[in-house]
Nanobody, 128 residues
Framework: QVQLVESGGGLVQPGGSLKLSCTTA????????GGWYRQAPGKQRELVAT???????NYTDSVKGRFTIFRDDAKTTVYLQMSSLKPEDTALYYC??????????????????????WGQGTQVTVSS
């Protein structure tokens, strides 16, 4: 069952901007800990940014200063504002949500393996 739905991807020129959205779509009603990951052809899936229910954020070094992750007050949507896009940002971007089992004591930033709900991805292509 699809739990999350991404939108906002597309083709953009280098230096341009895109805003991605991730919304609950299945049995998930809230995104307490959400995040964005991406995977380019021939590469491993990698962290882009994550955010907690308290709006703590974490970014991979390559996007710091260019991307911003934020959320709505209802915790039903997580956004990724991407600016100064580069060709190397081209990838399939996935939204993820973390719903830890009771008793989990992992500290933020949480490992990717603990994000157990995923969207189907939205393609971001940066090219002239």
């Amino acid at each position: 069952q699809v739990q999350l739905v991404e939108s906002g991807g597309g083709l953009v020129q280098p230096g341009g901007s895109l805003k991605l959205s991730c919304t609950t779509a299945g049995t998930i009603y809230r995104i307490n800990e959400g995040g964005w990951y991406r995977q380019a052809p021939g590469k491993q899936r990698e962290l882009v940014a994550t955010i907690t229910s308290g709006r703590r954020t974490n970014y991979t070094d390559s996007v710091k200063g260019r991307f911003t992750i934020f959320r709505d007050d209802a915790k039903t949507t997580v956004y990724l504002q991407m600016s100064s896009l580069k060709p190397e940002d081209t990838a399939l971007y996935y939204c993820a949500a973390r719903r830890p089992r009771p008793g989990t004591t992992t500290e933020f930033p949480f490992p990717m393996e603990e994000y157990n709900y995923w969207g189907q991805g939205t393609q971001v292509t940066v090219s002239s």
